[in-house]
């Protein structure tokens, strides 16, 4: 009878144990508050598999890779000068493969290499007329981009033009 009763008792023990880890694997979450996992922060620690790999391009960029450029929303024209509070901006200027951009150039040279500003060149086809624009700005660094974005966002619809902390010009 007694060897029945321990026998009991342990039974009841082991059951009352299996249920309280069942009870406390079920945790219940009282609040998330989102926010960012902390394992990026973690995986420089003892991280010894991760093998880094510099993948090179399959050919070399050039200029003649990205273009044409086609800006729709900017065409050469006049542009009334505009009042902004674009503090921290570097100076910008934009131009395309035209005339009036290349007689402007000309004109602000001398401002835009004391601003050391670089040129966003957001209509040309083809890499010569790339390349005659660099003659023209001497050394300025050009970049053939799309000026979609810039010109949606400034409310711009012709170039040339200067981009500075303080506004827009011409």
């Known amino acids: 009878m007694r060897f029945l009763v321990v026998l009991l008792q342990i039974t009841f023990v082991t059951a009352l144990s299996f249920s309280a880890i069942s009870w406390a694997a079920e945790l219940t979450v009282v609040a998330d508050l989102g926010g960012e ?11 010894q598999e991760v093998v880094s790999t510099i993948v090179l391009p399959s050919a070399p960029l050039s200029v003649s890779a990205m273009l044409p450029i086609n800006t729709p929303e900017l065409t050469p024209g006049k542009v009334d000068a505009m009042t902004l509070n674009l503090v921290g ?26 601003l050391n500003a670089v040129g966003l060149v957001v209509n040309i086809t083809r890499e010569e007329a790339f390349n005659d624009l660099k003659e023209h700005a001497e050394g300025l660094t050009l970049l053939p981009v799309s ?24």
Request: no cysteine.
């Open 89 to 114: 901006i570097s100076p910008i200027f934009i131009i395309g493969d035209d005339e009036s951009s290349r007689r402007w150039l000309t004109l602000r040279l001398n401002t835009l290499v004391q």
């Open 147 to 170: 000026g979609s974005d810039l010109a949606k966002r400034l409310g711009l619809s012709h170039y040339p033009v200067l981009l500075t902390e303080k506004g827009v010009e011409q």
């Open 37 to 47: 996992s902390t394992t990026a922060y973690f995986d420089s620690i003892n991280n």
